[in-house]
């Protein structure tokens, strides 16, 4: 499996932007699609973004669309999100996710896991 390491959260205004990176170790990179899930206090972990392995194919959560932007380097094995126009509904700890077998949206297809990175936007 992937190691994965999230950076970048913090406390930012809302209206403001961050950028998160999530780095991986351990094996080929480009062998995993990769996604960024939430998680707010008392909520369910959601989607946020997920991108393939080439980075060609690239999915968002239709409320985030236009606002948060994801990618990724091969050859650094990192993957990133952009979030732009935050809203202190966006709070929450993002992980980044990876896995080899396909591409989706739940929780469940994703068999490695980040610890998280808070993100916490105020009003």
């Known amino acids: 499996q992937v190691q994965l390491v999230e950076s970048g959260g913090g406390l930012v205004q809302a209206g403001g932007s961050l950028r998160l990176t999530c780095v991986a170790s351990?094996?080929?990179?480009?062998?995993?699609?990769m996604a960024w899930f939430r998680q707010a206090p008392g909520k369910e972990r959601e989607f946020v973004a997920a991108?393939?392995?080439?980075?060609?194919?690239?999915k968002y959560a239709d409320s985030l669309k236009g606002r948060f932007t994801i990618s990724r380097d091969n050859a650094k094995s990192t993957m990133s999100l952009q979030m732009n126009s935050l809203k202190p509904e966006d709070t929450a700890v993002y992980y980044c996710?990876?896995?080899?077998?396909?591409?989706?949206?739940?929780?469940?297809?994703?068999?490695?896991w980040g610890q998280g990175t808070q993100v916490t936007v105020s009003s």
């Open positions: 351990g094996r080929a990179f480009s062998d995993y699609g």
């Open positions: 991108i393939s392995t080439s980075g060609t194919v690239k």
């Open positions: 996710a990876a896995d080899r077998r396909r591409l989706g949206r739940t929780p469940g297809d994703f068999g490695s």
